[in-house]
């Protein structure tokens, strides 16, 4: 019964809650405040840096590298939010990059702009534009809002009252959530979100970088080169719950028109 109320208090709020992802307009429930998310992104992400080797940006021209394309993406999507009248979407942002350590091909960006590259990534994008394909893409992920719309269905199916949502760090329930919401734990980042997220960020993602002036064509061959690591052999974590790389590189091909005219080759 008290299931119920809960649902039923919750879907009071929903038209109020919901939401629209730039570019794409789509329509989606966000049930936490991003000021919760954020906080609650903050406390994992420091976590996650002390628990793991991060690399220097002043004797690494890779991790450099890292920090030199996430600001470029950073700096034209928050272009792009204030002439579009969204600044008040990343007005908290406090934009931060890190290369991590670790031979697993992933990355991931936290709300309010947290943003962690593994190295076992650099081998297969193999250049700059394509780093900034997949750091583009992650950042989708976070300006769209996507762990706050993954984590809201998952409140609403635990019966979990978001009203006073500033305890909900203290909910053990609601950290757990917010953790498979981003793959926190085994898994860091994108494998949680679900497959119309991953096209969505795809959408976002190649409009992104095209912004920060970095080709969108170079996402397709590097889908390609993720999709065939695969091959033959169980995937990678990081395409797990990511659609087919058929799939994916289809709908690449059909939003490159879109996408390169938002492409200024001079930027680069």
């Known amino acids: 019964m008290k299931k119920n109320v809960l649902l039923f208090a919750a879907g009071l709020g929903l038209l109020a809650a919901c939401t629209r992802v730039p570019i794409t307009g789509r329509s989606q429930l966000n049930l936490i405040p991003e000021s919760t998310m954020q906080s609650m992104a ?3 992400y420091q976590s996650f840096l002390s628990e793991n080797k991060v690399v220097s940006q002043t004797t690494s021209k890779d991790a450099e590298m890292v920090k030199r394309v996430g600001q470029r993406i950073a700096a034209a999507v928050t272009q792009y939010m204030n002439q579009q009248g969204m600044a008040s979407t990343i007005a908290d942002y406090k934009w931060e990059f890190n290369l991590v350590n670790s031979k697993e091909v992933n990355a991931w960006c936290m709300p309010g702009g947290k943003v962690v590259v593994y190295t076992g990534l650099l081998p297969v994008t193999q250049n700059e534009t394509a780093l900034a394909c997949v750091m583009g893409h992650e950042i989708a992920h976070a300006i769209a809002r996507h762990g706050n719309e993954r984590m809201s269905q998952g409140l609403l199916a635990q019966g979990i009252q978001v009203a006073g949502s500033v305890a909900l760090g203290k909910n053990p329930t609601a950290v ?9 734990g085994g898994n860091v980042g994108m494998l949680a979100f679900s ?5 969505e960020a795809d959408h976002l993602g190649v409009i992104f970088m095209a912004m920060a002036g970095y080709n969108p064509q170079e996402s397709i061959p590097f889908w390609q080169r993720m999709g065939s690591m695969g091959s033959g052999q169980k ?15 289809q709908k690449l091909q059909q939003l490159m028109p879109e996408a390169m005219r938002y492409y200024k080759p001079g930027r680069v």
């Open 42 to 44: 903050l406390q994992q």
């Open 176 to 184: 757990n959530i917010f953790n498979q919401a981003f793959g926190i």
């Open 195 to 199: 497959r119309s997220n991953e096209l």
């Open 235 to 249: 995937p990678p974590e990081f395409l797990s719950t990511h659609p087919s790389d058929a799939t994916r590189v």
